[in-house]
């Protein structure tokens, strides 16, 4: 193999890896953009539910026991 063979083969080798690196970088925060908007979905939720609602509202439902 001559140098110049040698030099674009290592450009390309280059260039591909860049081009790698970049979707996997794009791919890893689009996963954290749909696990920030899960989780945002999951304190909402969590939020929304009062105890009462939680329980149907029915007397004695929530026990409060000390020891």
């Given at each position: 193999m001559d140098m110049s063979t040698a030099i674009a083969s290592?450009?390309?080798s280059m260039s591909q890896a860049s081009v790698q690196q970049s979707l996997s970088t794009s791919m890893m925060k689009k996963a954290m953009d749909v696990n920030a908007t899960l989780?945002?979905?999951t304190i909402e939720?969590?939020?929304d539910v009062s105890p009462a609602r939680a329980?149907?509202?029915d007397i004695g439902a929530i026990f409060d026991a000390r020891a």
């Open positions: 290592m450009a390309m989780a945002q979905g939720m969590i939020n329980f149907g509202g």
